[in-house]
């Protein structure tokens, strides 16, 4: 079985796909760690020397080959991976997904602490960050919201909702 976390960056998936997995005695894999380690640079490096595009291509094949595995795995993707191509399409048919869900207010506050390590919003003040995750957030709550099961993170315990996750999933 895959379990596939998605979510907006701060929502938790980091965190709580090693909770799970641990839980599960699953394998953890995070997809970007996973594409920087298939192609020895990092994500920020990828963007940088080739691109967008060719990053979301790493992305749809690493991602294809670890939804053909046969081995159990908790898998924690980045937040843009359900918005192209037709990847919710493929991880709905491949894993169980789970949407991570996260208020505004909840995804400002855990991300204004973590800027520098966030590319895409290391460049937006303070002042703005609300209004940019909010813009973000309704575009790509279309995919997000395909996912099988959603899970709220506000002011919850990573325990708690890693009993949520394993309760819906029948595990």
């Excluded at 400002?108 to 303070?126: F, H, M, V, Y």
């Amino acid at each position: 079985m895959i379990i596939s976390l998605i979510g907006y960056m701060g929502s938790g998936k980091s965190h709580i796909s090693k909770i799970l997995s641990d839980k599960l005695d699953f394998k953890l894999i995070d997809l970007d760690k996973e594409i920087s380690r298939r192609n020895k640079i990092t994500i920020p490096e990828i963007f940088e020397k080739k691109g967008e595009i060719y990053f979301r291509k790493l992305e749809r094949e690493t991602l294809e080959e670890i939804l053909a595995s046969e081995e159990n795995v908790v898998l924690s993707l980045g937040g843009g991976t359900p918005v192209y191509y037709n990847n919710m399409e493929i991880i709905n048919h491949n894993s169980k997904s789970v949407f991570l869900r996260a208020s505004v207010g909840t995804l400002t506050g855990r991300l204004s602490k973590q800027k520098e390590k966030r590319p895409l919003i290391a460049n937006i003040n303070d002042e703005n960050l609300a209004e940019f995750i909010a813009k973000h957030l309704f575009e790509r709550n279309p995919f997000y919201s395909k996912a099988q099961y959603q899970v709220n993170t506000d002011q919850r315990s990573p325990e708690d909702i890693v009993n949520e996750i394993t309760e819906k999933l029948y595990l």
